[in-house]
């Protein structure tokens, strides 16, 4: 089945760590999305790609990183700058054609601990 | 994730009645909106979608509406059941020049018994 998968589902994170959080998907899909959710806002746009080898900053890219070496694999890095990253982290992908919407992925549960 | 509905507008219907979710968007430019179900710890699906130049869109027991003259938009959910209890968003796409995806709060619909 074709679809985007995040792992891992649950993630725990010490003060000072820089923790990778994985997104695959196999879709053919040319853009990849990461978004964060936090409780009573909106999805917010970390990073994106639309192409290998390319990507562009979000509307809160501060204390992330992100790679597009693969057309199937955006993986999304969190830093130590990132202050706040307790979360829930969203990936996407959709053609290039926004018309047909994203494809989500289930989800990551980051926590600080 | 688990915590995204705790701080959200919530609607509680009876099962079997109808349900009515709505969303009011930001830029008249905006061109084409979508509608996600997002259940606990899951990511968004697809629900259904709707071009600017549309007033009315049905599908299978959901109906989404859009009135461009104060830039809303309404979720029906025909004969709700328990499986519809999620939280809803909206999400509003700009599709010409540099685009936007700007995705609402939501709604979380709880169906009761």
């Known amino acids: 089945d074709g679809g985007i998968t995040q792992s891992p589902k649950y993630l725990f994170r010490k003060e000072g760590q820089n923790v990778t959080l994985s997104c695959e998907q196999n879709?053919?899909?040319?853009?990849m999305y990461w978004y964060r959710q936090d409780p009573g806002q909106g999805l917010r746009l970390i990073y994106y790609?639309?192409?290998?080898?390319?990507?562009q900053k979000g509307d809160i890219a501060e204390g992330y990183s992100v790679s597009r070496e693969k057309k199937e694999s955006f993986p999304l890095t969190v830093t130590s700058a990132q202050k706040n990253p307790t979360a829930f982290y969203l990936c996407?992908?959709?053609?290039?054609?926004?018309?047909?919407?994203?494809?989500f992925g289930s989800g990551t549960r980051l926590t600080v601990v | 994730g688990e915590s995204v509905g705790l701080h959200l507008p919530t609607l509680s219907v009876q099962e079997g009645d109808n349900s009515i979710i709505n969303c009011a968007y930001s830029?008249?430019?905006?061109?084409?909106f979508i509608w996600y179900k997002q259940e606990s710890g899951k990511g968004p699906q697809f629900i259904i979608d709707i071009r600017s130049n549309m007033d009315k869109r049905q599908g299978q027991r959901v109906t989404v509406l859009l009135n461009k003259t104060v830039k809303h938009l309404s979720l029906q959910i025909a004969a709700t059941q328990p499986g519809d209890s999620a939280v809803y968003f909206c999400?509003?796409?700009?599709?010409?020049?540099?685009?936007?995806?700007?995705f609402g709060t939501g709604t979380r619909l709880k169906v009761l018994a």
């Open positions: 996407a992908s959709s053609p290039l054609a926004l018309e047909y919407g994203y494809t």
């Open positions: 790609s639309q192409i290998v080898n390319d990507f």
């Open positions: 999400a509003e796409i700009f599709t010409s020049g540099t685009y936007k995806y700007i």
């Open positions: 830029n008249s430019a905006s061109d084409y």
């Open positions: 879709l053919n899909h040319d853009a």
